[in-house]
């Protein structure tokens, strides 16, 4: 079955087609991050409308590219949720008329259960149920995914999302935006012990994060320099700021594992390639003796391959959306269970 995919949700404007869900025939990503570095941060407005200037010839590049016609396209998938409304209609709009005009069905395809799906393009052996580690730059997650359409979250942050803090650390040191891959780099030249940075606790869940104690720490490091006329290192405040968030993700995924018996961990999102995060999930795993699935670099950060994947596993599952599907900014994953 081959799937074409649509996804617009934030400043990437991506098309893949898929055959059978995890054999990716095309997988085109137009981003815009150069414009929107220009702000600091997505700007909504200007995302919309890049996304229906460049739709069509993504749509058309990822046809060609897979070698297919419409006619060869089994089924279309859309992005419907989370994201920005207006990038997602965009999307949505393009993916209804496309289904209208052909007479294949709709699948409507939730943005997380997609990053989540990005492991079973990259490891089709990854057997479920298992425990994913959801870290992107609006969500951070600890997620029980029961079957390939079936999620319990377990843990999810207070405040910021993991992206999100690496993206406002890394302006802070003066990185461009996102600056989660500049941190990233910076971190190799760096010394990850060179500052004591806290582990904000978290009142209520023990598997809930909260990033904004450890952001405001960057911060007031780095200003009460400024103030003294003194400059940090950038690099050994990257280093310190990637060692204590990656603890922070892995000690938690690694508690509710063990609560909750998982042996099997995913890890999904933006974030997910981060060199840190990833050394620190697997070690932690390793100890254990669990079993750690990580997405391809080329999956990790938003694509519509991923979209393609999860859409044909919400197909064997019955899910279909009508010409009435709407964008919805926020939804979480637990309501696709209900
Ligand atoms: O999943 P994603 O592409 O978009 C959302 O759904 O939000 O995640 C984007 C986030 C950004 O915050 C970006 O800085 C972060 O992923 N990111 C990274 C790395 N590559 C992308 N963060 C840390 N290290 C990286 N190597
Ligand atoms: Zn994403």
Redesign the pocket.
């Known amino acids: 079955m081959r799937i074409l995919a649509i996804e617009s949700s934030?400043d990437e404007t991506a098309c893949a087609v898929v055959e059978d869900g995890v054999n990716v025939l095309s997988n085109i990503v137009a981003t815009q991050i150069d414009e929107h570095k220009l702000y600091g941060g997505v700007v909504p407005e200007i995302a919309s409308r890049r996304h229906c200037e460049n739709i069509s010839t993504v749509v058309a590049e990822a046809l060609k590219e897979s070698n297919c016609t419409l006619s060869d396209i089994d089924a279309i998938a859309v992005t419907y949720a989370p994201g920005l409304i207006g990038a997602l209609l965009v999307g949505i709009s393009y993916a209804k008329g496309l289904a209208l005009s052909t007479g294949k069905p709709l699948i409507a395809v939730h943005?997380i259960a997609g990053?989540i799906a990005a492991n079973y393009i990259s490891h089709p052996e990854l057997k479920l149920p298992y425990l994913c580690l959801v870290v992107?730059?609006?969500h951070s997650h600890i997620v029980e995914v029961r079957d390939y359409t079936k999620y319990h979250v377990i843990g999810r942050t207070r405040d910021d999302a993991a992206?999100?803090c690496?993206?406002k650390v890394a302006r802070t040191l003066g990185y461009e935006y996102?600056?989660?891959?500049h941190?990233?780099s910076a971190s190799k030249l760096g010394n990850p012990d060179a500052f004591k940075l806290p582990k904000p606790k978290v009142q209520g869940s023990e598997f809930d994060f909260s990033f904004s104690g450890l952001k405001t720490a960057v911060i007031n490091t780095v200003h009460n320099a400024a103030q003294k006329g003194e400059t940090i290192n950038r690099e050994d405040m990257a280093a310190s700021f990637q060692k204590t968030i990656s603890e922070i993700l892995v000690e938690k995924t690694m508690k509710a594992a063990e609560e909750y018996g998982y042996t099997t961990i995913g890890l999904a999102?933006?974030?997910s390639?981060?060199s840190g995060v990833r050394n620190a999930l697997q070690e932690a795993c390793d100890k254990r003796g669990y079993k750690l699935f990580m997405p391809e670099f080329r999956y990790c950060?938003?694509n519509a391959a991923m979209i393609g994947c999860q859409a044909y596993f919400d197909y064997i599952a019955g899910k279909r959306a009508g010409q009435d599907l709407n964008g919805i900014a926020t939804l979480s994953l637990d309501k696709l269970s209900e």
């Open positions: 934030c943005h990053h992107s730059g609006g992206g999100e690496f993206d996102p600056g989660g891959k941190i990233d999102g933006g974030v390639a981060n950060g938003d």
